[in-house]
């Protein structure tokens, strides 16, 4: 058994996983085999769920009746909305009110005690749809209004647009949500994939686990560099300033440009890539194509500097933010959505990896002294 030190696990294998590759050298991505640029344009949200739980892409008719079934599970328990509403009068964070409803839904979940790969998949399919309500319910809560019940009829992203809103989302609009959800759907084994596949190690279920994996998004290491993103180019906005002019001086001042630099991707990132090219359709469709300039701008001039070069490239959260603030979604519901997505992914590494399972123990250098005299406590 080697003893050599692997901080952060970088570079371990701990498990084989047929679900999703990175190859960080060249910019790619892929679900199965298929090319994340593909899937992104061709294929739903929910055809990609089916793809990553059940291993093929499905039919016409597996697809009609996989989304029905899903969508018959979007309505929460009016418990658990209560209990957003309490969280958001208290003014919890969205992402600690998103991980304690999670939690309590399976308190409500009549089949929680199916056991097995079938049990694992059912249960990660109503997650999956009552997380987006749950979701919606909490920032209307925060604006003074009640929450929208999900209309069967919409697609996974149209109806979280729906119940975020009152309104219908356009067509422009459904699509690049559809996609962005698709593009944060797994992603190997990053922080809170790994946490909730340690949970799901030890045989708990997979409400625990996306429980988990959603604690450890809301880290800022993992989570938020979206928001981060935003915050920065509205910093930039409100300053009057050109954007590669104030990222000049930033730098100067010693600032990082957040949504640049991934620890697997040295080129840019294939998602930045395609939710660029969405920026542009939805700047096109609305008329104000502000984040666009800017992000664009400063792109291009961090690359003439030679951060790519340096390994330093764009990556998904550089324009998934201005992505959403075009929708009109607000900041810090920029993690919980990455949440609502990823859920997807959680769920399948679960089911995989309890099928072959091996509780996962890793081991830590001892470093504390050999031998301590204890003293008793009235001596001390």
Not at 8 to 13: C, D, F
Not at 41 to 56: C, K, N, Q, T
Not at 220 to 235: F, I, K
């Amino acid at each position: 058994m080697s003893d050599e030190l692997k901080r952060g696990l970088e570079g371990v294998l701990v498990a084989e996983s047929e679900l999703s590759h990175v190859d960080g050298e060249v910019g790619t991505l892929v679900y199965r085999g298929y090319d994340i640029e593909e899937l992104a344009r061709d294929a739903s949200y929910e055809e990609v769920l089916y793809l990553l739980w059940y291993g093929s892409l499905p039919t016409r008719e597996e697809l009609e009746s996989f989304a029905t079934s899903l969508a018959d599970e979007r309505d929460v328990d009016e418990d658990v909305l209560a209990t957003v509403r309490t969280l958001a009068d208290a003014g919890e964070r969205p992402m600690a009110a998103l991980r304690t409803a999670t939690s309590m839904l399976s308190a409500y979940d009549d089949g929680a005690e199916v056991e097995g790969r079938e049990g694992t998949l059912e249960q990660g399919a109503r997650i999956t749809a009552k997380i987006p309500t749950v979701l919606a319910a909490f920032e209307r809560a925060r604006q003074g209004q009640p929450p929208i019940d999900p209309d069967p009829e919409l697609s996974h992203a149209g109806n979280f647009l729906y119940m975020l809103t009152g309104v219908e989302p356009d067509e422009v609009s459904e699509e690049t949500f559809d996609e962005a959800l698709t593009l944060h759907a797994d992603h190997g084994l990053n922080a809170s994939t790994f946490t909730a596949m340690v949970i799901g190690s030890t045989m708990a279920d997979v409400y625990s686990g996306v429980t988990g994996g959603i604690g450890a998004l809301s880290g800022s290491l993992h989570g938020g560099a979206n928001q981060d993103v935003m915050e920065l180019l509205y910093e930039i906005h409100e300053s009057d300033k050109d954007p590669v002019e104030w990222v000049k001086d930033a730098r100067e001042a010693g600032r990082r440009v957040p949504g640049f630099g991934h620890r697997v991707y040295k080129v840019k990132d294939p998602r930045a890539r395609i939710l660029q090219e969405r920026l542009r359709d939805l700047a096109a469709a609305s008329g104000d194509d502000t984040w666009l300039q800017y992000t664009t701008a400063i792109e291009e001039y961090l690359t003439e500097e030679g951060l790519v070069e340096k390994g330093i490239a764009p990556n998904v959260d550089f324009y998934s933010g201005s992505v959403y603030d075009s929708m009109g979604i607000p900041m810090d519901l920029y993690t919980p959505i990455f949440a609502m997505s990823r859920v997807g992914g959680w769920v399948a590494h679960v089911a995989e990896y309890q099928a072959d399972n091996r509780l996962i123990r890793p081991r830590a250098r001892y470093t504390g002294p050999d031998s301590a005299e204890f003293v008793p406590i009235d001596e001390r």
